[in-house]
Structure formats: C-alpha cells, structure tokens
C-alpha cells in the first residue's frame, strides 16, 4: 500500500428484518442485487498487504499489461470476502436475530477476472432455509458476483450462513 490511509468501503446500509416465514417464503427466489462497488487498485494493494498475495498480477499494473489480462486483476479471495458487504444492502436479516455468522461455502468458482478499477454487484437467491434446532436457522445462498460489462460473473458461490435468534 503506499499511503497510511486504510481503504474502506463506503458505508453500509441498514439491515432489512423480516420474519422467518415471510423469508421461508421466499426460498427459491432473487432475494436481491447490491450496489456496484469499484475495485481500485489501492484497495486491490490494501488485500495484498493484508494476506501477504503481492504477485505481479494484482499489484503490479505495468507488468500485468503484458499478461492475457491486460492489466491487474483483483486477487479471487478479495472478491469473495466482499459478499459480506454486498449482502447487507440485499440480504434481510430474520427478526430477533441475535447474532449470524458465517458457515461455510459448498462450491466456489473463479469465473472470471475483475480488472483493477472495475466494478461488481452481488446478486443473491435463496435456496433453501432450515431450522436445524429451535432459534437456529441456516441459509443457503447462491450468489453470483457480477463484473459491470463482462460477459460472465467474477464469481459464483454457494454461501451458507446461520442465525441464531432470542430464545422465546
């Protein structure tokens, strides 16, 4: 990274509660689509600071040029850890929630690279939801991170979460 200022994402939105029937109800459909959020090549450097990734591809625009990319690429896993900050824009949370957590992908694609100073979304269905124990609930989400103008996503991913609700 080359300054000391720390890259952030623009602030989130505020969670959407609904009841657990009312999202129950919704299994099998487009829960929603984020806003698109610029991958810059400061944040790309931040990742690689933070997960010690700095190969010539992600952080080295001029060498990159030379690359059947054509340029730098945003590192997959940054891509990935971005689902979080897209789901809060789209994803409602179920009332009386008292905490969620993340539990883990079933399958995991690259698709396709996103270059530096690109933009993606997050597009978001919900393919089932089940209530393992009383007050806790696992999703499961495919989500499917766009690339504004490309042809196919940066990636898809089958994301599973689980919320713990109050007791009562």
Known sequence: MTGETPVKLEENREHRYVPLEALRARVGEEIGVSDWLTIGQDRIDAFADLCGDHQFIH???ERAAATPFG????????????????AAGVRPRIEGTRHSVNYGLDRLRFVAPVPAGGRVRGRFRLTSLEERKPGEITQHYRVTVEIEGGERPALVADWITR???EAG
């Open 163 to 165: 919320a713990y609700l």
């Open 59 to 61: 952080v080295d625009p």
């Open 71 to 86: 340029g730098a690429i945003a590192h997959g896993f940054l891509t990935l850890s971005l689902l979080t900050w897209f």
